[in-house]
């Protein structure tokens, strides 16, 4: 079992930044890959982020190139930098674990197994 806790979202203009954290606990070693999924009004989750215990990290289109996506290992604490943010960046960002390794679909929403409550990332124009 793991407990995943995230923190930093707030309100931000566009072109702003935030850095999201995620806290994890209980048996965060037996996760291999760990990553960021958001979902904004009336629209399905969709996958932003994921990185695997060797560091290989994969993006969404939509965010490549904006956000980095970081684990440190020692605090078992994974983060998501946001640089350049958008309005359409508006979401709820949840922070999601899974036993399994990122694979072939890294981003999979489905296959996140672990979820955290999620925290509110606001961006005006």
């Known amino acids: 079992q793991v407990q995943l806790v995230e923190s930093g979202g707030g309100s931000v203009q566009a072109g702003g930044s935030l850095r999201l954290s995620c806290a994890a606990s209980?048996?965060?070693?037996?996760?291999?890959?760990m990553g960021w999924v958001r979902q904004a009004p009336g629209k399905e989750r969709e996958g932003v982020a994921s990185?695997?215990?060797?560091?290989?990290?994969n993006y969404a289109d939509s965010v490549q190139g904006r956000f980095t996506i970081s684990h440190d290992n020692a605090k078992n604490t994974l983060y998501l930098q946001m640089n350049s943010l958008k309005p359409e960046d508006t979401a709820m960002y949840y922070c999601?674990?899974?036993?399994?390794?990122?694979?072939?679909?890294?981003?999979?929403?489905?296959?996140?197994?672990?979820w955290g409550q999620g925290t509110q990332v606001t961006v005006s124009s």
């Open positions: 999601a674990a899974q036993i399994m390794s990122c694979g072939v679909r890294p981003l999979s929403v489905a296959s996140f197994t672990d």
């Open positions: 990185i695997d215990r060797f560091g290989t990290s």
């Open positions: 209980g048996d965060p070693d037996s996760r291999t890959c």
